[in-house]
């Protein structure tokens, strides 16, 4: 659905429904709410909160499924770059949104962005609210949604409202524990985007609160919808690989944008953006700062760096394939060695993971100044499984299993044994940065049902929405999040502090 308002309506909307807090950083940690878990996330700083009313008694609620014919309420907490993806994923445009693909589709007859658009399933959902701290943001949001759409700086009071069946949330990391936890005590069903969380804690506390409430949860790794992951999935099930012992995978980029030099507003300021609201109760109190409000990836306070923004996209994929889990240990390396710009996190990250229970070792690695693209490796015995754009599997010279084949010249070595192509390359239409080549090449744009090329986001969110309303499990649920999270966060922390680190599993730590 298209929603074509102007701009006087939306004015006038806004000012009549956006909720600003306002509020001094003292009485903003006095209404953040106590949550049952809220010591193990660290949210209290010490001291007693009291409970947001909208949440209270609703924690052990049952919820009912909804019909396949219900239209499901969904709530967008934090309306920046890919909030509005996810909008679009579910078929809600901007104006200005279709006016530039409109105008790109006739410079470029190739481009197929706004014809995939349209073409792809409805999900039978509307917004009806749209949180986020920037008031442009809850704007455009309003605009997309359609006319009975609500906006709110406090994401609370999006989540109070009965009308809501379920939230995504598309906020900076350091809100994802607080914001999931609050949705999940207000009985609504959550689609989450990666890094699960931006701590140990949280993800620990998160697991416990999740796993035995009738919610359904989704982690955004929409790569797990795509045709070639899924096929290297089952070829790896066939064991073709032979015994795998080595796994390589990787991140190049080579532009700003892919090292979050994200463009700052020009409507950006302490008037238009909830800055108090933005830092949250865990964050070092600073003043108004627009770099780290749009830039939030490069700071440690509000994001998780390469390992929660990149390699979580690699390690769910590898994790889907392989299903590895959680690492026994990691070692990471690695240094800010190009962006001199005042970031905190890595532009250059390495780390060495090992699975000491399954002989195998899974290596990382990214740069954020080097274009070159690199797929994944999954090594065996007897054949490489390469994924990136294409799916090929490569017997090897010296494989047990294949010698008399390759002996008697059936089977080539330096011929693909297997090749899986999408119909047309998965090109980037109209997208020339590195970063969008990126998630092309990943799979995490787009990939082909029946000969149509489909959005992976508007698959994974149906996915989510057909279990809401039907029951069943989604396939990044909270487990897969947990072990996400859990494998970034362990990269993080040998990082920080120069060691290497163990998982604990029994006791659920880091050590």
Excluded at 206 to 228: C, E, M, S
Excluded at 243 to 260: D, I, Q, S, Y
Aim: hydrophobic residues 35%; neutral net charge; proline residues 4%.
């Amino acid at each position: 659905m298209i929603n074509h308002k102007s701009e006087k309506k939306s004015d006038f909307k806004i000012r009549n429904s956006i909720k600003t807090v306002g509020l001094n950083r003292r009485q903003f940690m006095r209404g953040l709410g106590l949550l049952p878990v809220s010591g193990a996330l660290g949210y209290g700083y010490g001291r007693e909160v009291p409970s947001h009313p909208s949440f209270a008694g609703t924690s052990e609620r049952n919820f009912q499924f909804k019909t396949q014919n219900q239209t499901l309420s969904i709530g967008i907490i934090g309306f920046g770059f890919r909030g509005e993806q996810l909008a679009r994923a579910m078929k809600h445009a901007h104006p200005d949104w279709i006016s530039e693909m409109s105008k790109a589709r006739k410079e470029d007859p190739r481009n197929k962005i706004l014809e995939d658009f349209y073409n792809q399933a409805e999900l039978n959902i509307k917004i009806t609210g749209i949180s986020d701290v920037f008031d442009v943001r809850i704007e455009r949001g309003m605009i997309v949604g359609g006319i009975d759409t609500k906006g709110f700086r406090d994401y609370r009071e999006l989540l109070a409202r009965k009308d809501i069946d379920a939230v995504i949330i598309a906020t900076p990391d350091h809100w994802h524990a607080r914001m999931t936890m609050d949705a999940v005590n207000a009985g609504k069903h959550v689609y989450l985007e990666k890094c699960m969380t931006r701590t140990v804690d949280e993800a620990v506390a998160l697991k416990r609160a999740i796993q035995h409430k009738n919610i359904v949860f989704q982690l955004g790794h929409q790569g797990r919808q795509g045709d070639l992951q899924q096929r290297a999935r089952e070829l790896y099930k066939k064991e073709i690989l032979g015994k795998v012992t080595l796994v390589e995978t990787t991140t190049n980029r080579n532009n700003p944008f892919g090292a979050w030099v994200w463009p700052i507003h020009e409507k950006a300021s302490e008037k238009t953006i909830d800055w108090e609201m933005f830092q949250g109760p865990d964050a070092p109190i600073i003043s108004y700062d627009p770099a780290r409000f749009f830039r939030w990836r490069c700071w440690w306070a509000y994001g998780t760096g390469m390992a929660g923004d990149l390699l979580t996209h690699d390690y769910d994929a590898v994790n889907h394939i392989m299903n590895l889990g959680i690492p026994h240990s990691a070692i990471a390396s690695g240094g800010i060695y190009f962006y001199k710009d005042g970031r905190e996190v890595p532009d250059v990250f390495h780390v060495n993971y090992e699975y000491p229970g399954r002989d195998l070792t899974l290596i990382y690695s990214g740069t954020l100044a080097n274009g070159v693209p690199r797929g994944t490796l999954i090594m065996g015995h007897d054949a490489t499984l390469e994924l990136g754009q294409s799916l090929t599997i490569w017997a090897d010279s010296q494989s047990t299993v294949y010698k008399s084949r390759i002996e008697s010249g059936i089977i080539d070595p330096a011929s693909p044994m297997i090749r899986f192509r999408p119909p047309d390359q998965v090109t980037v239409d109209a997208i020339t940065s590195a970063t969008s080549k990126y998630f092309a090449d990943r799979g995490l744009t787009y990939t082909y049902r029946e000969g149509r090329r489909v959005d992976t986001t508007n698959l994974h969110l149906a996915e989510w929405l057909n279990c809401i309303r039907h029951g069943g499990e989604t396939s990044c649920n909270i487990e897969q999040g947990f072990q996400e999270a859990i494998t970034a966060h362990m990269a993080t922390i040998s990082y920080r502090e120069g060691r290497k680190v163990v998982w604990d599993a029994e006791k659920e730590r880091i050590i």
